[in-house]
């Protein structure tokens, strides 16, 4: 079980530039979570996708960032027009379900830099 | 007010003591409860899910107060390698419910 892949590991984009971040979830795993964390900061709830669903997008910007979860393939976080108070670390996680046993568990990380 | 907070430290202590933290939730609702730890630069990693009765699995202890709306880890006989930033993490039941993370609470164990 090669758990929860996240990639690109690192990405570099100038301002204007699209980013597009992938996450595969666990084996058996249904449900994807994104987070995004600032430096110093903690996790930002960001998105909760199941299959072909968004579930709670209340995390959000209003603008330029998208997700998806398509019925097969990995599960895709967008943001158009990258500015630099985008930078940071963004987390996928993913469970088995929604039940009180059915922890997250997290992929490395992707970290974008816009320069 | 935050959804959970929890005080960010840093935690200074020595090694071999115990130390304390405490979360606290504003979410009367929140079902279920999970301290992570996260390693610089690192992903967050499961340390223990959080019980009603407490639970304990070796050197750390976990505690819920629902009436308090508050949750606590215990690190007894504290290792080097116990230094790390711990987040305090509470969940609600329902169909749409996501996932809240605390900002964490830094510590740092010292020979």
């Known amino acids: 079980n090669a758990g929860v892949m996240q990639n690109p590991r690192h990405l570099v984009r100038r301002r204007g530039q699209e980013a597009r971040l992938r996450c595969s979830p666990m084996?058996?795993?249904?449900?994807v979570y994104w987070y995004r964390q600032l430096p110093e900061e903690g996790l930002k709830f960001m998105v909760y996708l199941q299959k072909e669903n968004i579930i709670d997008e209340s995390g959000m910007p209003k603008e330029r960032f998208s997700a998806e979860f398509p019925k097969e393939g990995p599960s895709i976080l967008r943001i158009q027009q990258v500015v630099r108070g985008d930078s940071a670390a963004y987390f996928c996680?993913?469970?088995?379900?929604?039940?009180?046993?059915?922890?997250?568990?997290f992929g490395a990380g992707s970290r974008l830099t816009v320069l | 007010r935050k959804e959970v907070e929890q005080d960010p430290g840093p935690f200074n202590v020595p090694e071999g003591a115990t130390v304390a933290f405490n979360c606290t939730y504003s979410n009367s609702a929140s079902q279920s409860f999970f301290w992570y730890r996260q390693d610089c630069r690192k992903e967050p990693k499961l340390l223990m899910s959080v019980y009603s009765s407490g639970n304990e699995d070796g050197r750390f202890t976990a505690q819920l107060n629902r009436a308090s709306q508050y949750i606590s880890l215990l690190i007894r006989d504290s290792k080097l390698s116990d230094s790390a930033t711990y987040l305090c993490v509470a969940r609600g039941d329902g169909s749409a419910s996501k996932i809240i993370f605390g900002s964490g609470t830094r510590l740092s164990i010292r020979p």
């Open positions: 996680a993913s469970s088995r379900g929604q039940g009180r046993s059915n922890v997250l568990t």
């Open positions: 084996k058996g795993h249904s449900h």
